[in-house]
């Protein structure tokens, strides 16, 4: 059988598991992809005996793997951007099919790095970056092929959903932090997780392979989670809603919807039932109706299953030398279009919006006039009497689906009505049924 040599650069968490998974199931690897996948050299910035890499070459230089002719994919496990992007142009420069597991890598540098390897005829494969172990670039891409995708949804940070599942406790939103990066779910610094960088980076791959646009991260509208309070979402409780902070992305006629923010979810979606540190992706076609992809989203094995399933794709590719590749975003070059990506005050949902007011007659029905005037239909209202504090009283409206932008003049009118005191808060609302 014939051997397909890999050099892996990184063996952190995701480059440790894929080193384990491939000697561990070696001869079940073997069988699937017709071939031997043989790691014929591994460099990282830290030596890891603990793998017990035995004779494998290894070495602290990571173009050591590029420069290996006996290479034929170069696997980056190094995370980050610029070094990332170097190696990764390097690897495609010496002809080398390379397979990453960098989502950050592939949102921001991805048209270039997919035009360079178009040049050289390279696969470039990205799975284990979007979804962890869930599969969910190979369902879009493939088995969706006949589907016009209408949208998709998403909890693709399991930081975020494990806070977020911790606070309807009560717990504050700092507690639970120090908690998540105690377990090791959260990093030293949580930025990327709890402001939704990681999430529009997962994104804007999907969207970009579901509706057949370029790769554009920067016109993604991404909010965080870390202003939300127990008390928000505790109330949406009340209401029959649990918050979740959601990727979405949604084609229409006039462009696309490209968002990451918290969102108040119907109890009885699926999504809403999601909890801890696992994703889930809803994806709706037009032939299939509704899919949904449930699984851990990171972890050192679990990405390295998709790793290892790009790599025997590969392998395959490199072992019958034939000459096809599969497009890098499932669409061929030609039929990709620049699609707009709509700003925020384009998009269309539902919102729920907190107003602390003056408790006396006739405060309600102005605001109900200025919503009104927005054209903006009310669902159902909250006021509890036994949160009176100063005079004010939190007022809890969730409306009817309408443009951001009514609600974005709404909220101006409010906020500057003499009875309401502070900001108003607002979280979109999406249903999934």
Request: charge should be negative; include cysteine; proline fraction near 4%.
């Amino acid at each position: 059988m014939k051997d397909v040599n890999i050099g892996i650069c990184g063996l952190g968490t995701v480059g440790g598991g894929t080193w384990e998974v491939l000697q561990r199931n070696a001869r079940l690897i073997a069988g699937r992809a017709g071939c031997n996948l043989k790691v014929a050299r591994v460099a990282s910035r830290r030596p890891r005996p603990d793998l017990g890499l035995g004779d494998t070459p290894f070495s602290t230089d990571i173009y050591d793997v590029v420069r290996d002719p006996s290479i034929d994919v170069v696997v980056e496990l190094i995370g980050g951007y610029d070094e990332a992007r170097a190696l990764v142009l390097a690897a495609i420069a010496e002809g080398k099919h390379v397979v990453t597991a960098n989502k950050a890598l592939i949102a921001v540098y991805g048209n270039e790095i997919f035009a360079a390897a178009r040049e050289k005829n390279v696969i470039v494969a990205y799975e284990a970056g979007v979804a962890g172990g869930i599969p969910v670039m190979k369902a879009i891409r493939e088995g969706l092929a006949a589907n016009r995708i209408n949208w998709l949804a998403g909890i693709i940070n399991g930081t975020g959903n494990y806070i977020l599942t911790e606070m309807r406790a009560g717990r504050a939103f700092d507690e639970v932090l120090k908690e998540a990066q105690a377990l090791g779910y959260a990093e030293a610094d949580p930025t990327f997780d709890v402001e939704g960088t990681d999430a529009a980076h997962k994104l804007t791959i999907m969207a970009s392979a579901a509706f057949g646009v370029p790769l554009q991260f920067e016109r993604a509208y991404t909010e965080g989670i870390s202003r939300l309070t127990p008390y928000d979402i505790s109330h949406a409780e009340a209401l029959g809603y649990r918050v979740k902070h959601l990727g979405i992305a949604r084609s229409r006629e006039d462009g696309i919807e490209l968002r990451v923010h918290p969102t108040l979810v119907p109890v009885e979606n699926l999504i809403a039932k999601v909890d801890g540190v696992t994703n889930a992706i809803l994806v709706d076609g037009d032939a299939v109706g509704q899919t949904m992809y449930h699984g851990p989203g990171a972890g050192d094995e679990a990405t390295a299953s998709s790793v290892i399933a790009d790599l025997v794709d590969v392998a395959r590719v490199v072992v019958s030398g034939s000459e096809h590749r599969i497009p890098y975003l499932g669409f061929e070059a030609e039929a990709v279009t620049d699609h707009q990506i709509l700003p925020a005050e384009e998009f269309r949902s539902a919102y729920y919006l907190r107003i602390q007011a003056l408790d006396k007659p006739g405060v309600l029905a102005k605001i109900a006039a200025i919503l009104s005037d927005q054209g903006i239909n009310i669902e159902s209202i909250m006021q509890k009497e036994s949160e009176l504090h100063d005079g004010h009283i939190p007022l809890i409206l969730l409306t009817h689906t309408v443009l951001e932008k009514q609600v974005n003049k709404a909220i101006s009118e409010i906020e500057a009505l003499p009875e309401v005191e502070d900001q108003v808060v607002r979280i979109r609302a999406e249903n999934f049924l």
